[in-house]
């Protein structure tokens, strides 16, 4: 079983920053593949992102390529998503998930999810 903790959304302005973490419980953070996702109103879930078990491969989905990162700590057991150059288009629901296989949505453990807001 893993538990995951979103922390780090808000309100901010079109062109700033912000930085998502996710905290796992359990000792066995490394062996999960781990994404980000998210679901803006009206609007089904959207992948953002993921990163392997080891954090050397990543791959986001276009529209945040270049603004997005993903980074893991699997001493810490956390993952974060430093999100840049920030649009109205990226307000949104942000969930991180956990999975051995991290395909398609089909992730075992889901986050309770943390709100971003962006204003233009």
């Known amino acids: 079983q893993v538990q995951l903790v979103e922390s780090g959304g808000g309100l901010v302005q079109a062109g700033d920053s912000l930085r998502l973490s996710c905290a796992a419980s359990g000792r066995t953070f490394s062996r999960y593949i781990m994404g980000w996702f998210r679901q803006a109103p009206g609007k089904e879930r959207e992948f953002v992102g993921r990163i392997s078990k080891s954090g050397g491969v990543r791959d986001y989905v276009d529209s945040v390529k270049g603004r997005f990162t993903i980074s893991r700590d699997n001493a810490k057991n956390t993952v974060t998503l430093q999100m840049n150059s920030l649009k109205p288009e990226d307000t949104a629901v942000y969930y991180c998930?956990?999975?051995?296989?991290?395909?398609?949505?089909?992730?075992?453990?889901w986050g309770q999810g943390t709100q971003v807001t962006v204003s233009s």
């Open positions: 998930a956990a999975d051995e296989y991290g395909l398609g949505y089909d992730y075992a453990y």
